[in-house]
């Protein structure tokens, strides 16, 4: 009986472990999208400005990251980070007093780069899944502003 007792305890010990093990495993590609793009580097960036701009969002800064790292001696691939606001969504969640710890998450980001396969790739933060452990009100506008990303980046995402 206690020989039972001991392996039980053991194999809801390792169980747990294993849990907290393949949630972690995973997280990254959970919490990140990654897409290839259908275009170029420079296609890509143009192509996501205009779609930025046909849903009605706005773009208040781009990192070029690429640009950024020369400065340091670093010479790497393309890669730049987009800012993307859409002003309504985000006063949502600045106007709520209780919610604006979010912000630090805020604006949206989308980043392009090129992979060492000279590929452009797109990739974004899963806001809408994160989002699910927040408040109800941070769990709408999170989805919401993440549906929107998608629809913005569904014509330059390869399929």
């Avoid at 290839?36 to 070029?64: C, M």
């Avoid at 007093?97 to 990739?123: A, H």
Wanted: one cysteine or more; a negative charge.
């Amino acid at each position: 009986m206690k020989n039972y007792l001991i392996g039980g305890l053991g194999g809801f010990v390792l169980g747990i472990a294993l849990t907290f093990y393949l949630v972690f495993a995973m997280s990254a590609d959970l919490m990140l999208l990654e897409d290839e793009s259908q275009y170029n580097f420079e296609q890509t960036e143009a192509k996501l400005r205009e779609s930025i701009k046909a849903q009605g969002w706005v773009v208040p800064t781009v990192h070029d990251l690429q640009k950024s790292m020369a400065k340091f001696g670093h010479e790497i691939k393309p890669v730049k980070v987009f800012e993307v606001c859409e002003p309504n969504i985000a006063n949502k969640v600045l106007s709520a007093s209780d919610d604006r710890i979010v912000s630090s998450l805020m604006p949206c980001r989308i980043s392009i780069y090129e992979k060492n396969d000279g590929k452009t790739y797109i990739s974004r933060m899963n806001s809408g899944l994160m989002a699910q452990v927040m408040s109800p009100l941070i769990i709408e506008v999170m989805s919401e502003a993440s549906a929107q990303n998608e629809v913005i980046l569904e014509a330059i995402l390869k399929k």
